[in-house]
């Protein structure tokens, strides 16, 4: 083992602070001030120093925000301070009884303020700082204990490793040795969307909202797959255990405290100086919040002196002085008229709720999934019922619960059909699953799915065929398989109802320019399940084509990074069906994409050919990989060990026992600044 060199542990020490403050520009201010490929080979620095001085990996580096492993488990954890829920007001009228009811209980109040801040829909967490470095993550759990998640809220970008305390003028620093940040952590919309997105096309049910979707990825054991997520955190609570009131003394303060800790503080949030100023805030968001990219159930009102708090304690619940003023309600009761049974592209069976019109959240709603089979025996579902509907998260309704007293006489438990309602073949149900399928390839239902799935945006785009269109040319039976579509003409579109030959062309012109999209948007525009479009771009990207594919061992596709066994399987089990096998075969006979066409590193000319480089040390400028790179790009061959048949060794600071090995053999060295010079 070679010494450490003081200029190494510099070296780190400046590339986490300039990775730090990249990423804090990233995340918190959302104001890049690096362009990525410079972020990245930054990173990639660090990460070769680290690899090389593992004993100087530290657990606030840039590097260290992704668990190698995944968790077995996560341990409780109590809390130090209990996580208190908040009461809820919904609207003006309670809120002012809630500000009578806290002057009841208080010294007599004069030029009281109020913090507003808009409440986040997403799960609380308690971060545990140790002289300034993030040691702890817990969920709320039920308030006294949590779920230590640490591996977990480690990815979480906006979260701070390491807490930013120069810029805090505070005269004992050594008071800062533990500090606790509440806050909520959440999934931006986008995300939400693309994750249910992800989810439909895989077969898989969708979250009601982002919360469940939040609280769903938090529980996660492979923090691999948290960090694919995305989460975001906005921190609202700042704890100094035995000296509270001596960094800030009050909540406006607070938060001003954790933006300069380096924690990402909700910009919306307002200091009120009346009642009336909180009711505006209120109305003020009612509306604007949906234009945020996140969900907001209400605002959170806060009086802002932390003596005042004091005063008032805490209910058992509650903190007497704040409140929870949240929006319009969004569940509604209504009546249910029909249960329908939709058949999706998998095949899977849809039980439907259709309902008397209600409103929700300022949109009708009247159909609500039932999801499967044994949700509708769980809620005991039936025609004639009166139930409470939920627009959950704004997006897809629900069936929250019957009102079985309201239950007319004379109904019945309503059945999962047999056969399935489109083509009347038996349908069957796996044992251990929750799904009821139709099996049937020819049925019209699973068709059309499948057709609407590979017209659509992620797949293969081809736009002016929207569900009208795709249904009547499975009912004419002018197509029978996305194959088909290659083979339509202007005329037979143009005899379709509501389509006029101009229209037509279009549409063959959409359907030909589809021939170009890459071979990831065909694979995931099959439709195989478990594949949605992410999964595809990563299995593509090994796999670049369909034969590489179709002759891959479930072994081969697991070993993908992110793949599981589960996805492998079923693109193997895909594949091995002889109807799949004949569409491939057509398909690639219309001249769709079925083969990567992106240019891999392809080789510029032939100036290294014939000779074997070893790359050892750091370089001056080029990390390792892209010497490497370089090397391939003018047809020389890259090995990792000195053997004979070496012809160079590139050699950059801190070689180590390579050099040693080349010397014995002989073997010419080369410094970055040679080898740029042999191929300029
Ligand atoms: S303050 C004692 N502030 O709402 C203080 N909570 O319904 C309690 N929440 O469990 C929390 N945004 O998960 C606070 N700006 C905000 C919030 C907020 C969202 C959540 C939090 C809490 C729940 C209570």
């Avoid at 480690?154 to 930013?164: A, D, E, K, M």
């Amino acid at each position: 083992m070679q010494s450490t060199q003081p200029e190494i542990k510099q070296r780190i020490e400046e590339l986490r602070k300039l990775l730090i403050q990249a990423s804090y520009a990233y995340y918190v201010l959302d104001a890049p001030t690096i362009e990525d490929a410079i972020y990245d080979k930054l990173y990639r620095e660090l990460q070769d120093l680290e690899t090389q001085y593992p004993e100087l990996i530290t657990p606030d580096s840039p590097t260290q925000r992704v668990g190698e492993k995944p968790a077995t488990g996560f341990t409780s954890v109590r809390h130090n301070i209990p996580l208190y829920s908040l009461e809820n007001a919904f609207d003006v009228d309670e809120l002012k009884n809630w500000d009578e009811r806290w002057r009841r209980n208080a010294s007599p109040q004069e030029n009281v303020d109020y913090v507003c801040e808009l409440k986040i829909d997403g799960n609380a967490l308690a971060l545990t700082y140790e002289n300034g470095i993030l040691v702890r993550g817990v969920t709320r759990g039920d308030g006294v204990s949590g779920e230590d998640i640490t591996q977990n809220v480690r990815t979480i970008r906006s979260i701070p490793l390491r807490l930013n305390l120069d810029d805090i003028e505070i005269e004992n620093h050594d008071s800062l040795q533990q500090i606790e940040v509440r806050g909520e952590t959440f999934l931006p919309l986008d995300v939400f969307e693309k994750i249910n997105q992800e989810r439909l096309s895989s077969g898989e049910s969708q979250f009601a909202n982002p919360r469940n979707a939040t609280a769903g990825t938090l529980r996660q054991l492979d923090s691999r797959k948290v960090d694919k997520r995305r989460l975001d955190f906005f921190a609202y609570t700042l704890q100094i255990p035995g000296m509270d009131d001596a960094f800030a003394n009050n909540q406006w303060e607070a938060l001003e405290l954790l933006r300069k800790l380096g924690f990402k503080v909700n910009p919306n949030k307002q200091l009120c100086h009346s009642l009336d100023e909180v009711a505006q805030y209120y109305q003020h968001w009612d509306t604007e919040r949906l234009n945020l990219p996140y969900m907001t159930d209400g605002v959170v009102v806060k009086l802002n002196s932390f003596p005042l708090q004091q005063e008032l304690g805490f209910t058992n619940k509650f903190p007497r002085w704040a409140i929870a003023l949240k929006y319009a309600a969004e569940e509604a009761p209504t009546r249910v008229e029909n249960i329908s049974v939709n058949v999706g592209r998998t095949g899977a069976l849809t039980p439907l709720a259709e309902m008397y019109p209600v409103q929700l959240a300022g949109t009708t709603v009247s159909r609500a999934t039932l999801h499967n089979g044994d949700r509708i025996s769980q809620l005991d579902i039936r025609v004639g019922d009166t139930v409470i509907v939920r627009k959950a998260g704004e997006i897809i309704p629900e069936v929250v619960r019957v009102l079985k007293e309201l239950r007319p006489e004379n109904t019945t438990p309503f059945e999962m059909p047999t056969n399935c309602p489109v083509c009347g073949q038996p349908v069957v149900r796996e044992k251990g699953e929750a799904v009821t399928r139709c099996v049937n390839t020819n049925c019209a239902a699973i068709l059309k799915g499948s057709i609407e799935h590979w017209v659509s945006r992620n797949a293969l785009d081809i736009r002016g065929m929207g569900e009208k269109v795709v249904h009547q040319l499975v009912d004419k039976k002018v197509v029978n398989s996305v194959a088909d579509l290659y083979e339509l003409t202007a005329e037979t579109l143009a005899n379709l109802e509501r389509m006029g030959q101009k229209s037509a062309e279009k549409l063959i012109d959409a359907i030909e320019k589809s021939k170009d999209q890459p071979w990831s948007r065909v694979l995931y525009g099959l439709g195989i399940r478990h594949v949605g479009s992410a999964i595809a771009q990563t299995v593509t990207e090994k796999f670049d084509s369909v034969e590489k594919l179709a002759a891959a061992k479930v072994t081969d596709i697991e070993a993908i990074y992110g793949i599981g066994v589960e996805i492998a399987e079923s693109i193997d089990k895909w594949f091995r069906i002889e109807a799949n096998q004949t569409l491939i075969e057509r398909l690639q006979n219309t001249g769709l994409q079925l083969v990567e066409t992106q240019p891999a590193p392809s080789v510029i000319n032939q100036k290294l050919a014939g000779k074997t480089f070893v790359v050892t040390g750091t370089l001056p400028t080029l990390t390792r990989d892209e010497a490497k790179e370089l090397i391939q790009k003018f047809a020389g061959k890259v090995s990792n060990s000195i053997s004979k048949s070496t012809d160079y060794l590139v050699v950059g600071e801190n070689a180590g026992s390579k050099l040693a090995k080349a010397e014995k053999l002989g073997i010419a060295q080369l410094s970055e600044q040679q080898l740029l010079e042999m191929v300029k």
